[in-house]
């Protein structure tokens, strides 16, 4: 595992669902139903004007975490990307290992 | 996607929460929803102006309220989370029941400490009493104490308490709230805690609703709810840990909550019948709330008292016609003949256009709360245009005769005319609060409410909080605050680009962006104007009083009021949308101080003869009583004395005239009579300004050109007025003159002038009437210019009349009782200027002003009779800084005191005090008494220094005195030995202690010590400036005792300083290129050196128009400012002693009034029309920012 930042594009259907993604010169299929969040960021620190009227996404940064399958390679990779609102660009910022790294079935699973 | 409605939505009147409007709420929830539900924190603060956008925007308008839920922690009660409550409409109970019960709820929730309410509370609350069904929804959602005791990974837990919440709640009345603001999984808000509320719903089988719990209306408004999260919490944003989880909180779109609701249900693992379960239960709830306004909330529908309440037994119209006969007989009974029937016919007009309304019972109302005034002995006068019905006349509402003034009723009250009429009351400021709990026990609890009003961001507070919230150094954020200068939050950064005074700030913007970190300061801007005006707190109107019937808490939810008793959570803008009638009973400071001076003259004359002696009074005046009273109401309007003091201009104290604008006009326009005060409170309006007819007026008054009328039918609509339109009532005549409408007509085209949906069709209308009736087109035009420059503008004639009665009132007073109406003034305070100005008045009048003294002075400033038997003023010991109420009542209770031991004993007053008393003078009686005996000479300092040696006052009871054992008459041994060790303190020291202590000069004007300064300067008096020339560059100098900056209508600011030097006041104008020059000196500086020309405004009048100015302290007489140097025409070596002010070099021989180098007239300068509409604008008449001065000094 690891977290840095890494450039990559994504391919949606017409109706918003993620695709296919390009990574390292290498084309994934996404699993259907990622999951979505958002993080918050510390604007304050980051940004230097934010004029009323304008700021749609300064305050959190919409996150997805998704689960990959290369064409004739077993497994799964998972990869958390970070997808920055309005411009539109993607990264990478953590790989994930293996499977059960993957938080949110625990979550789920737990007092629900 | 269409239609989601969302049922949980803050406005901005969820104080530091909420982010948007409710127009901006109501707009986007149109755009794909048909109903939209707002659900202000802890209130209905909102509500009203949500019903308004709702309608405005063609969506039907659902109230509810974000409630706290209080339970029982180990130290009393404590907030465990929140719940929405919404209220049902008409459609399952009868209407309004919902609402109703919505109202009580959040009273009750005010009832205690902290605000909410406690489940048993809350499950009792939402059940209609009379049908036992709900009339209320509550939504319990992800903030609330089910939803909160989720975040833990526990499973017991929330079962546990939401069992409780659901046996609790009756049938029907509870549903579970899911939202999701998509955060980090395992948050709050996040997609798994809506999960789990969803699961608990579908285990207990409760249905369950969509909301996106919305702070603000678009995406962009998230980082202004970040900043309102740290202003709420107090805290920086990056220690925050209350910051809202993410910025999703806008008021998404139908097709957005959709993607919302599919997330939910597919990590919970349901599928597409849960999902249009979810969407179905929350149009279900949505239609159950929908609201009518007027079925439900009784929209616009008046409710007053009952006529039982009002001890009536007939029906309010005959009541009202009976009460105005007797009225008839004892205002008119000396009328016949026509002039009678001109009343009866006014009468009856009036009569039946209030009961076409069905207004009686309200008139009946006021006059019922009017006369309990009355009784209680409280002074009090109606204001504003209900001074124009005869029928108020008659009930004693009003004192001003309608029928005489020729006032018309038409611009108060037609059947033309579709909102409540204002009859507003002043009393005196001090019985204010008693005559507001005179009316809750006259008419009950229940039927009476104080109305509220909202405080809302300003440019210093904004940028305040925004500093905090970006963890800005307090001081740095205090120095920024500080410079800013009465402009809105909104305009900030153009306020920099524009504002000298805020030239370092700009600066000091644009070097940050290059700093490491770069643009905090940028960002403070941004944030500043995002503050903008989002309301704060709501507090109690300053006048507002709400009147209805019982059901009137059926109807407002109240909270309790600074002063205890409830206030209404709506403002004067829910007032005519809600049918609620408005009482205003507005304290006025001036009523006060009139009442003490009478009190005090009949204190110190208590006979007829003795102030009718005092005050130059005929013996038989019909005012003054056997006993020495003064009925002030009962003093004719003709009192030339009066009237002298009102041409003089000086008339500081005086109600109305006391700016700087209005002792320019009152100069100008040299009143005789009562109808010019009228005349002159009317033509000081932005109206008459606007449409350039100061000058027109005055110069035809002063008979320089003769009276002009546009067409002779219009000679008797403007006659009294010179031809020049002042009031209201012209316009209503003119308009009915030329067109033949009818005048209640006349009075709803004038409300159309400056309206620009409305004012072209009053146009046509004019054009093709007044031209059908024959009136040329020249006439046509110029009468239309008139009209139009007028705008909605100018002053109604009544408005002027009854402000002109109290204007009257205190020039009387202050012509014939000087030293008592000072004495008044001085304790209540009225005016727009600090104390110390009013203090320099009298002494400029030539009243003594009696020190401070330990067994002379009082709680109160009071008028007293000097030895040389003249009437002084004598300080007050509540002026003393820091002296508590308790030790002020110790010492006045323990006087009078015949030695330092007596008073140390009786008064226990703490050390720093005592010490105060003595610097300022307050023990040289005790001292002086002392020294007579032993011929001590030690002076004042050596007292100080004495009385600070003493050891701190112990509080032992042991020490004091057995009651009834009576003090031993010993000789004051202690002052009497006093070492005599230091030296005199000098005037100039004696001043500053004053001022510093006592925030007053007292022995002294401060100027004086500047006198031989200020002579080398060749420094001009305000007294000598009247015989000056016109345009003669002078110097001045004096304390800063006013600063205005009006909004003008060209955008350019012009501010206006006042500076007295103890012989007058100095008003000073700076425009554009004086402000550059005096710069960051025109706010902060106490006293001023300014440099400028005269500009005579009329026989009485002289301002200066400013060229640069200096702070006065900052001056050496060995370094002066070089562009000072070269302003000064020669270096005066030597003041020549006891010369008439008026033969100083430069300045004309001659009294004043010979020296009038130019006819008395005006002349044209550049800046005239700008100074007058400046001193027209309200906020320059009723001294807005003179309480800044006030405060500073």
Known sequence: MGSFSEGIDVVSSPEGELLQLCWRGAHYAIEPHPLCWYERRSWWESESRVPPGEGAGIVDLQMWRLQLRREGTPGCLTLDVVHYLPGGQWRVIKIHDAVDEVFWPEELADGA | ?1193
């Not at chain 2, 006259?442 to 009003?453: A, D, E, I, N, Q």
């Not at chain 2, 032993?934 to 509080?955: C, E, F, M, Q, Y």
């Open chain 2, 1 to 1193: 996607m269409r239609n989601f409605v969302h049922l949980h939505s803050s406005s901005a009147f969820s104080a530091h929460f909420g982010v948007s409007w409710p127009e901006e709420l109501a707009q986007v929830a149109a755009v794909d929803g048909d109903a939209l539900a707002v659900t202000d924190r802890d209130g209905l603060y909102g509500a009203v102006k949500h019903v308004k956008a709702c309608m405005a925007a063609g969506i039907d308008p659902i109230i509810g309220v974000d409630l706290a839920v209080v339970e029982d922690g180990p130290g009393g009660p404590v907030a465990a989370g929140r719940v929405v409550v919404l209220a049902h409409g008409g459609t399952f109970l009868p209407p309004g029941t919902g609402y109703a019960a919505l109202c009580r709820l959040v009273s009750a929730a005010h009832a205690g400490t902290p605000v909410g309410l406690t489940l048993d509370q809350l499950a009792a609350g939402v059940l209609d009493p009379e049908s036992g069904k709900p009339a209320l929804t509550v939504l319990l959602g992800p903030a609330s104490p089910v939803g909160r005791s989720l975040h833990g990974r526990k499973y017991l837990l929330p079962r546990t308490k939401f069992l409780q919440w659901h046996k609790a709640m009756p049938d029907g009345a509870m549903v579970v709230e899911i939202a999701s603001h998509l955060s980090a999984p395992g948050a709050p808000l996040s997609t798994a805690h809506a999960v789990r509320m969803l699961k608990l719903a579908q285990e207990f089988n409760v249905p369950a609703v969509l909301s996106n719990a919305a702070r603000y209306a678009h995406a962009e408004d998230a980082p202004t709810a970040d900043v309102l999260d740290a202003a709420r919490n107090v805290m920086p944003l990056g220690e925050l840990h209350e910051l809202q989880p993410t910025g999703q909180a806008w008021l998404k779109s139908a097709a957005q909550m959709r993607a919302v609701a599919k997330e939910i249900v597919y990590q919970g693992g349901y599928g597409n019948a849960e999902l249009s379960q979810l969407w179905a239960n929350t149009a279900q709830l949505a239609d159950k709330c929908r609201l009518d306004p007027a079925a439900d909330l009784g929209w616009k529908q008046p409710a007053t008292p009952e006529m039982d309440v009002l001890g009536l037994t007939g029906t309010a119209g005959v009541e009202l016609r009976q009460r105005s006969e007797a009225g008839l007989v004892q205002r008119f009974g000396n009328l016949s003949g026509t002039k009678l029937l001109t009343v009866r016919n006014r009468l009856e007009t009036e009569l039946a256009t209030i009961g076409g309304l069905g207004f009686e019972s309200y008139f009946l109302t006021v006059a019922e709360v009017s006369d309990m005034i009355r009784t209680m002995g409280v002074r009090r006068a109606a204001r504003g245009s209900g001074a124009s019905s005869l029928v108020n006349y008659l009930l004693g509402i009003s004192a001003v005769d309608p029928i005489a003034n020729d006032l018309l009723f038409e611009r108060f009250l037609s059947a033309d005319r579709s909102t409540l009429p204002d009859i507003d009351l002043d009393v005196e400021s001090a019985e204010r609060h008693n005559v507001y709990r005179g009316i809750f026990e006259r008419f009950g609890p229940k039927r009476v409410t104080l109305m509220s009003m909202q405080n809302s961001y300003r440019a210093r507070g904004a940028v305040r909080d925004a500093g905090m919230a970006l963890g800005m150094d307090r001081g740095d954020i205090d120095q920024i605050a500080k410079q800013l200068w009465r402009f809105s939050a909104g305009s900030f950064r153009e306020a920099l680009e524009e504002k000298p005074e805020l030239r370092d700030l700009a600066a000091q913007v644009r070097d940050s962006r290059h700093a490491d970190g770069g643009g905090q300061l940028d960002l403070l801007v941004d944030l500043t104007e995002r503050l903008d005006s989002l309301p704060r707190h709501i507090s109690m109107h300053p006048c507002g009083v709400i009147l209805g019937d019982s059901g009137l808490l059926n109807r407002t939810p109240v909270q309790p009021s600074g002063m205890g008793l409830p206030m209404s959570q709506f403002d004067k803008h829910d007032m005519d949308a809600m049918g609620m009638l408005k009482l205003d009973v507005l304290g006025v400071r001036m009523q006060s101080a009139m009442a003490y001076a009478v009190r005090e003259i009949i204190r110190l004359h208590p006979t007829r003869e003795a102030v009718a002696e005092e005050g130059g009074h005929a013996p038989d005046a019909p005012f003054i009583t056997e006993g020495g009273g003064i009925d002030l109401d009962a003093v004719p309007f003709d009192d030339e004395p009066t009237f002298e003091l009102i041409r003089s201009t000086h008339t500081l104290g005086c109600f109305q005239i006391e700016s700087p604008g209005q002792r320019e006009l009152v100069g100008k326009m040299a009143p005789a009579e009562f109808s010019d005060l009228i005349i002159d409170i009317s033509l000081f309006r932005p109206g008459p300004m606007k449409s350039n007819m100061v000058k027109p007026f005055l110069e035809n008054r002063a008979g320089f050109s003769p009276a002009h009328y546009a067409h002779p039918d219009l000679i008797p609509v403007l006659e009294e007025t010179h031809g020049v339109t002042v009031f209201h009532e012209q316009v209503l005549r003119t308009l009915s003159t030329m067109t033949g409408c009818t005048l209640s007509r006349a009075d709803e085209f004038r409300r159309g002038l400056g309206n620009p949906s409305a004012e072209p069709a009053v146009e046509k209308y004019f054009r093709a009437k007044a031209a059908g009736n024959g009136y040329s087109q020249a006439v046509i035009e110029e009468v239309w210019g008139t009209l139009a420059a007028f705008g909605s503008f100018g002053f109604c004639k009544a408005h002027g009349a009854a402000f002109a009665v109290p204007t009257y009132q205190s020039a009387w007073l202050k012509a014939h009782h000087p030293a008592e109406f000072m004495a008044g003034l001085w304790e209540h305070d009225p005016g727009m200027y600090p104390l110390r100005l009013i203090v320099a008045e009298a002494r400029r009048m030539g009243i003594p002003i009696l020190p401070l003294d330990i067994n002379a002075s009082g709680g109160q400033y009071r008028a007293e009779r000097t030895a040389a038997n003249v009437t002084g003023i004598r300080m007050s010991l509540a002026g003393v800084y820091g002296l508590s109420g308790t030790e002020l009542k110790r010492i006045l209770a323990g006087q009078p005191y015949g030695s330092l031991a007596e008073l140390r004993d009786r008064g226990r007053l703490s050390r720093p005090i005592l010490k105060r008393l003595a610097q300022l003078g307050a023990l040289d009686s005790l001292h002086r008494r002392a020294q007579q005996r032993t011929g001590n000479t030690a002076n004042r300092a050596d007292l100080i220094a004495h009385v600070n040696s003493l050891p701190a006052h112990k509080a032992n009871k042991r020490n004091e005195p057995i009651s009834g054992q009576l003090a031993l008459p010993m000789e004051d041994v202690e002052l009497g030995a006093l070492a005599a060790r230091h030296p005199a303190a000098g005037l100039a020291e004696t001043v500053r202690t004053e001022l510093d202590l006592l925030s007053v000069d007292v022995s002294g004007h401060l100027m004086e010590s500047y006198a031989p300064l200020l002579d080398r300067l060749g420094v001009s008096r305000a007294e000598q400036l009247l015989g000056l020339r016109n345009n003669t560059e002078i110097l001045v100098a004096g304390v800063r005792v006013a600063t205005q900056t009006p909004p003008m209508r060209g955008g350019k600011r012009v501010v206006f300083i006042s500076i007295d030097d103890g012989t007058g006041c100095v008003d000073a104008t700076f425009f554009s290129e004086a402000q550059e020059k005096s710069g960051p000196l025109l706010f902060g500086t106490r006293m001023l050196l300014i440099r400028g020309l005269t500009r005579r405004t009329g026989p009485r009048g002289i301002t200066v128009q400013a060229l640069e100015a200096w702070d006065l302290q900052d001056l050496d007489m060995n370094s002066l400012p070089g562009s000072l140097l070269g302003a000064l025409p020669e270096m005066r070596p030597e003041p020549v002693p006891d010369m008439e002010p008026n033969m100083r070099p430069g300045s004309l021989a001659g009294s004043p009034s010979e020296a009038l180098p130019e006819p008395p007239c005006w002349p044209v300068h550049r800046h005239a029309d700008i100074i007058e509409e400046a001193h027209s604008n309200p906020r320059m008449l009723l001294g807005h920012g003179a309480a800044q001065d006030k405060s500073r000094s």
